[in-house]
């Protein structure tokens, strides 16, 4: 959440569909941050590097 406060080039890539036809969803800073009080911790995060997956 910090990060993305600081950063005005922050986006989140929201992928669903995956199984059929995969869709993404682009979300930017700013609309995120207008819903900045809806936000709630979560107890995992995962960090994946593309190149280690392929």
Known sequence: MER???DDKYY???LYNIKKKIKC???NRNNLLEFE???????YK????V???S
């Open 51 to 53: 190149e280690v997956i």
């Open 12 to 14: 989140i890539y929201y």
């Open 4 to 6: 993305m406060k600081e």
């Open 37 to 43: 009080s809806l936000f709630e911790p979560i107890a």
């Open 46 to 49: 995962i960090n994946l590097d």
């Open 25 to 27: 969803h682009i979300i």
